[in-house]
T-cell receptor
Framework: EAQVTQNPRYLITVTGKKLTVTCSQN?????MSWYRQDPGLGLRQIYY???????DKGDVPEGYKVSRKEKRNFPLILESPSPNQTSLYFC???????????FGSGTRLTVV | GEDVEQSLFLSVREGDSSVINCTYT??????LYWYKQEPGAGLQLLTY???NMDMKQDQRLTVLLNKKDKHLSLRIADTQTGDSAIYFC????????????WGAGTKLIIKP
């Protein structure tokens, strides 16, 4: 089944403790992206990647890192999480504009 | 900069038609999209319309595009309880095959 898989689905952590949210797609998509979703703000893009070793900042990149060493994987790294990074995070991938994005199921992160 | 606006809530009676509206600012957008997010899930592509079209119909869904007014609408005929979700409008960024600008989402509430 074609899908984007994110792990974990839920995560509670403490301020300053480094964490990684994994994202993997099995559709051979070149484009991958990370979003955060907050009530009333819709989706805000954190980082995106057009291909292996090609990443770029989105609208809200501060406090986040990404890497794209393989086409299928695009992990999101929070080196020193803070409470304002408490949010619902989505990974997405795309083949092209007419196919739209395929989204993962989301990771709900709480930083205390 | 570019912006996409939607109302935050829409309430309709079961069996009626729902019309969700969206306005956008980038007149050069090539693709405009509607995504659906059910509770606890990621977003899924409902439909899209190419900028040279005025209307697209797919079963119970009708998308209308008014390029002059930069207005996009999604009509859901015979609304059912399963249509309860948040609906996001998005426009493609000029010159990019992948980047999208998102609205904040409209929560569709179905009354029995």
């Amino acid at each position: 089944e074609a899908q984007v898989t994110q792990n974990p689905r839920y995560l509670i952590t403490v301020t300053g403790k480094k964490l990684t949210v994994t994202c993997s797609q099995n559709m051979n998509h070149e484009y991958m992206s990370w979003y955060r979703q907050d009530p009333g703000l819709g989706l805000r893009q954190i980082y995106y990647s057009m291909n292996v070793e090609v990443t770029d900042k989105g609208d809200v990149p501060e406090g986040y890192k990404v890497s794209r060493k393989e086409k299928r994987n695009f992990p999101l790294i929070l080196e020193s999480p803070s409470p304002n990074q408490t949010s619902l995070y989505f990974c997405a991938s795309s083949y092209g504009p007419a196919s739209g994005y395929t989204f993962g199921s989301g990771t709900r992160l709480t930083v205390v | 900069g570019e912006d996409v606006e939607q109302s935050l809530f829409l309430s309709v009676r079961e069996g009626d038609s729902s019309v969700i509206n969206c306005t956008y600012t980038d007149s050069s957008s090539t693709y405009l999209y509607w995504y659906k997010q059910e509770p606890g899930a990621g977003l899924q592509l409902l439909t899209y319309i190419f900028s040279n079209m005025d209307m697209k119909q797919d079963q119970r869904l009708t998308v209308l595009l008014n390029k002059k007014d930069k207005h996009l609408s999604l009509r859901i005929a015979d609304t059912q309880t399963g249509d309860s979700a948040i609906y996001f409008c998005a426009e493609s960024v000029t010159g990019s095959n992948y980047q999208l600008i998102w609205g904040a989402g409209t929560k569709l509430i179905i009354k029995p």
